[in-house]
Protein backbone atom coordinates (compact mmCIF):
# COMPACT_ATOMS: atom_id res chain seq x y z
CA UNK A 1 0.00 0.00 0.00
CA UNK A 2 2.86 2.04 0.05
CA UNK A 3 2.93 2.95 3.74
CA UNK A 4 3.92 0.72 7.02
CA UNK A 5 1.35 -0.35 8.65
CA UNK A 6 3.18 -1.42 11.91
CA UNK A 7 5.97 -0.77 13.83
CA UNK A 8 7.78 -2.42 16.32
CA UNK A 9 8.01 -1.79 19.81
CA UNK A 10 9.95 -3.94 21.75
CA UNK A 11 8.62 -7.62 21.53
CA UNK A 12 5.48 -6.34 20.00
CA UNK A 13 3.71 -4.76 16.70
CA UNK A 14 2.31 -1.99 17.36
CA UNK A 15 -0.33 -0.12 14.18
CA UNK A 16 0.95 2.91 12.61
CA UNK A 17 -1.40 5.81 11.93
CA UNK A 18 -1.30 4.90 8.33
CA UNK A 19 -2.09 1.24 10.24
CA UNK A 20 -4.77 2.40 12.39
CA UNK A 21 -6.61 4.31 9.55
CA UNK A 22 -6.05 1.38 7.11
CA UNK A 23 -7.86 -1.28 10.25
CA UNK A 24 -10.77 1.42 10.22
CA UNK A 25 -11.31 0.55 6.35
CA UNK A 26 -11.09 -3.20 6.93
CA UNK A 27 -13.20 -3.16 9.94
CA UNK A 28 -16.61 -0.67 7.86
CA UNK A 29 -15.72 -3.44 4.94
CA UNK A 30 -15.74 -6.85 6.93
CA UNK A 31 -18.88 -5.09 8.69
CA UNK A 32 -20.58 -4.27 5.10
CA UNK A 33 -20.14 -7.64 4.56
CA UNK A 34 -21.90 -9.22 7.33
CA UNK A 35 -24.61 -6.70 6.88
CA UNK A 36 -25.34 -7.92 3.43
CA UNK A 37 -25.38 -11.61 4.26
CA UNK A 38 -27.47 -11.27 7.46
CA UNK A 39 -29.65 -8.55 4.46
CA UNK A 40 -30.09 -11.65 2.61
CA UNK A 41 -30.73 -14.25 5.11
CA UNK A 42 -33.65 -11.79 6.21
CA UNK A 43 -31.75 -10.89 9.89
CA UNK A 44 -30.68 -7.37 8.88
CA UNK A 45 -28.06 -6.13 11.37
CA UNK A 46 -28.15 -2.39 12.94
CA UNK A 47 -25.38 -0.40 11.62
CA UNK A 48 -23.41 0.94 14.58
CA UNK A 49 -20.89 3.74 14.35
CA UNK A 50 -17.84 3.57 17.17
CA UNK A 51 -17.64 6.42 18.96
CA UNK A 52 -13.92 6.82 20.72
CA UNK A 53 -13.77 9.18 23.64
CA UNK A 54 -10.99 10.51 25.73
CA UNK A 55 -11.05 12.34 28.56
CA UNK A 56 -8.79 14.04 31.09
CA UNK A 57 -8.41 12.32 34.24
CA UNK A 58 -8.89 15.86 36.45
CA UNK A 59 -12.10 16.22 34.08
CA UNK A 60 -15.31 17.12 36.15
CA UNK A 61 -17.37 13.50 35.94
CA UNK A 62 -20.46 15.81 35.55
CA UNK A 63 -19.14 17.68 32.78
CA UNK A 64 -18.05 14.26 31.08
CA UNK A 65 -21.38 13.29 31.92
CA UNK A 66 -23.34 16.09 30.15
CA UNK A 67 -21.18 15.26 27.12
CA UNK A 68 -22.06 11.62 26.54
CA UNK A 69 -25.40 11.13 28.14
CA UNK A 70 -27.04 11.41 24.60
CA UNK A 71 -24.74 8.53 23.37
CA UNK A 72 -25.20 6.06 25.68
CA UNK A 73 -27.81 3.31 25.00
CA UNK A 74 -28.16 4.68 21.61
CA UNK A 75 -27.99 1.26 19.15
CA UNK A 76 -26.67 3.36 16.33
CA UNK A 77 -23.57 3.95 18.25
CA UNK A 78 -20.79 2.04 20.38
CA UNK A 79 -19.60 4.17 23.10
CA UNK A 80 -16.08 4.23 24.17
CA UNK A 81 -14.73 6.20 26.97
CA UNK A 82 -10.77 6.54 28.36
CA UNK A 83 -8.86 8.18 30.43
CA UNK A 84 -5.30 9.65 30.49
CA UNK A 85 -3.12 12.97 30.61
CA UNK A 86 -3.68 15.05 28.04
CA UNK A 87 0.11 14.42 26.65
CA UNK A 88 -1.31 10.45 26.11
CA UNK A 89 -4.44 11.49 25.09
CA UNK A 90 -3.22 13.67 22.29
CA UNK A 91 -1.08 11.21 21.09
CA UNK A 92 -3.80 8.40 20.72
CA UNK A 93 -5.94 11.43 18.93
CA UNK A 94 -3.01 12.09 16.43
CA UNK A 95 -2.83 8.65 16.10
CA UNK A 96 -6.73 7.56 15.23
CA UNK A 97 -6.87 5.42 18.25
CA UNK A 98 -9.46 8.32 19.83
CA UNK A 99 -11.91 10.45 17.89
CA UNK A 100 -12.05 13.05 20.14
CA UNK A 101 -10.17 14.25 23.17
CA UNK A 102 -12.55 15.99 25.77
CA UNK A 103 -10.29 19.00 28.19
CA UNK A 104 -10.28 22.14 29.78
CA UNK A 105 -7.83 23.80 27.87
CA UNK A 106 -7.50 24.18 24.15
CA UNK A 107 -5.05 22.07 22.11
CA UNK A 108 -1.36 23.09 22.04
CA UNK A 109 -0.95 25.68 18.92
CA UNK A 110 1.98 23.93 16.70
CA UNK A 111 2.57 24.73 13.54
CA UNK A 112 3.15 20.88 12.56
CA UNK A 113 -0.18 19.95 14.30
CA UNK A 114 -3.55 19.65 12.53
CA UNK A 115 -5.61 19.79 15.98
CA UNK A 116 -8.54 21.81 16.26
CA UNK A 117 -10.16 23.14 19.20
CA UNK A 118 -13.83 23.32 19.79
CA UNK A 119 -15.13 25.53 22.75
CA UNK A 120 -18.25 23.41 24.20
CA UNK A 121 -19.12 25.03 27.28
CA UNK A 122 -18.23 27.95 29.75
CA UNK A 123 -18.44 27.50 33.75
CA UNK A 124 -18.59 29.70 36.25
CA UNK A 125 -16.25 29.37 39.05
CA UNK A 126 -16.91 29.48 43.04
CA UNK A 127 -16.28 29.27 46.61
CA UNK A 128 -18.16 26.38 47.95
CA UNK A 129 -17.88 25.19 51.40
CA UNK A 130 -21.04 24.12 54.51
CA UNK A 131 -23.35 26.00 55.43
CA UNK A 132 -21.93 29.00 57.67
CA UNK A 133 -24.20 29.18 60.59
CA UNK A 134 -22.87 32.26 63.28
CA UNK A 135 -20.40 34.12 60.45
CA UNK A 136 -23.14 35.81 58.17
CA UNK A 137 -22.68 36.15 54.22
CA UNK A 138 -19.16 34.88 53.17
CA UNK A 139 -17.23 38.57 51.80
CA UNK A 140 -14.63 38.12 48.98
CA UNK A 141 -11.52 38.26 49.20
CA UNK A 142 -11.86 39.68 52.59
CA UNK A 143 -12.30 36.41 54.52
CA UNK A 144 -10.02 34.62 52.60
CA UNK A 145 -7.46 36.24 55.02
CA UNK A 146 -8.32 33.74 57.73
CA UNK A 147 -10.25 31.08 56.09
CA UNK A 148 -8.67 27.70 55.28
CA UNK A 149 -9.74 27.02 51.30
CA UNK A 150 -8.75 24.39 49.15
CA UNK A 151 -7.46 24.98 45.85
CA UNK A 152 -6.71 23.23 42.24
CA UNK A 153 -3.00 22.85 41.48
CA UNK A 154 -0.95 25.28 39.88
CA UNK A 155 -1.26 23.62 36.19
CA UNK A 156 -5.13 24.42 36.51
CA UNK A 157 -6.20 27.70 34.81
CA UNK A 158 -8.83 28.73 36.98
CA UNK A 159 -6.01 28.42 39.72
CA UNK A 160 -3.63 31.04 38.07
CA UNK A 161 -6.92 33.04 37.49
CA UNK A 162 -7.59 33.09 40.82
CA UNK A 163 -4.06 33.78 42.73
CA UNK A 164 -4.08 36.96 39.89
CA UNK A 165 -7.54 37.92 41.60
CA UNK A 166 -6.29 37.29 45.15
CA UNK A 167 -2.78 38.86 44.38
CA UNK A 168 -4.66 42.35 42.95
CA UNK A 169 -6.14 42.05 46.14
CA UNK A 170 -2.95 41.86 48.46
CA UNK A 171 -3.98 38.49 49.87
CA UNK A 172 -1.90 35.48 51.14
CA UNK A 173 -4.71 32.91 51.50
CA UNK A 174 -4.64 29.97 53.97
CA UNK A 175 -4.38 26.86 51.76
CA UNK A 176 -5.43 24.03 53.17
CA UNK A 177 -4.28 21.81 50.32
CA UNK A 178 -3.70 21.77 45.89
CA UNK A 179 -5.64 19.11 44.32
CA UNK A 180 -5.33 18.14 40.32
CA UNK A 181 -8.11 15.89 40.51
CA UNK A 182 -11.52 17.12 40.39
CA UNK A 183 -13.46 14.36 42.16
CA UNK A 184 -10.81 14.36 44.84
CA UNK A 185 -11.60 18.04 45.37
CA UNK A 186 -15.02 17.45 45.56
CA UNK A 187 -14.78 14.62 48.26
CA UNK A 188 -12.27 16.92 50.44
CA UNK A 189 -15.05 19.72 49.93
CA UNK A 190 -17.49 17.26 51.44
CA UNK A 191 -14.93 16.71 54.69
CA UNK A 192 -13.57 19.68 55.26
CA UNK A 193 -14.47 22.37 56.88
CA UNK A 194 -13.43 26.40 55.61
CA UNK A 195 -14.11 26.77 51.21
CA UNK A 196 -13.05 24.82 47.96
CA UNK A 197 -12.52 26.94 44.90
CA UNK A 198 -14.68 24.43 41.89
CA UNK A 199 -16.96 25.15 38.89
CA UNK A 200 -20.32 24.35 40.90
CA UNK A 201 -20.87 21.87 37.70
CA UNK A 202 -17.99 19.68 40.02
CA UNK A 203 -20.26 19.63 43.41
CA UNK A 204 -23.93 20.18 41.40
CA UNK A 205 -25.17 17.06 43.49
CA UNK A 206 -23.90 18.61 46.76
CA UNK A 207 -25.44 21.80 46.37
CA UNK A 208 -28.73 20.66 44.97
CA UNK A 209 -28.88 18.23 48.48
CA UNK A 210 -27.97 21.43 50.62
CA UNK A 211 -24.76 18.80 51.39
CA UNK A 212 -22.81 22.28 50.12
CA UNK A 213 -23.55 25.65 49.14
CA UNK A 214 -22.33 28.12 47.32
CA UNK A 215 -20.56 31.56 49.19
CA UNK A 216 -20.01 33.38 46.52
CA UNK A 217 -18.89 33.45 42.02
CA UNK A 218 -15.64 35.05 41.86
CA UNK A 219 -15.49 37.68 39.30
CA UNK A 220 -13.43 37.00 35.71
CA UNK A 221 -12.70 33.39 36.60
CA UNK A 222 -14.29 31.06 34.40
CA UNK A 223 -13.55 26.81 33.63
CA UNK A 224 -13.67 26.15 29.96
CA UNK A 225 -14.36 23.07 28.39
CA UNK A 226 -12.93 22.00 24.41
CA UNK A 227 -13.42 19.07 22.45
CA UNK A 228 -10.35 18.55 20.50
CA UNK A 229 -12.10 16.04 17.06
CA UNK A 230 -10.11 13.78 15.33
CA UNK A 231 -8.34 15.53 12.06
CA UNK A 232 -10.20 15.58 8.93
CA UNK A 233 -11.23 11.99 7.89
CA UNK A 234 -14.11 10.13 6.53
CA UNK A 235 -15.48 9.91 10.12
CA UNK A 236 -15.41 13.68 10.63
CA UNK A 237 -18.62 14.42 9.26
CA UNK A 238 -20.14 11.55 12.08
CA UNK A 239 -18.49 13.47 14.53
CA UNK A 240 -19.17 16.91 14.05
CA UNK A 241 -22.98 15.57 13.89
CA UNK A 242 -22.83 14.18 17.36
CA UNK A 243 -20.92 17.16 18.82
CA UNK A 244 -23.34 19.60 17.28
CA UNK A 245 -26.41 17.67 18.92
CA UNK A 246 -24.83 16.99 22.30
CA UNK A 247 -23.40 20.61 22.49
CA UNK A 248 -26.30 22.09 21.43
CA UNK A 249 -27.54 24.89 23.73
Known amino acids: MGHK ?46 FRVGALTTLSRNFQLEFLRPLVG ?47 NEQPVSLVGHRR ?32 VLELAAIRPIILAEVDDMAMLRLLAREREGVTLVPPIVVRDELETGVLVEHCRIPEVTETFYALPLPASRKMQFYHYVSLAICAP
Open 5 to 50: LFERAGKKLVLTEAGQIALDYADTVFKAGDELMSTLRGRPLASRQV
Open 74 to 120: RSDVKLIVRSGNIRDLLAQLEAHAIDVVLANSAAPRDARSSLRSHLL
Open 133 to 164: SNQGKFRFPDDLRTEPVLLPSLDSDIRVAFDR
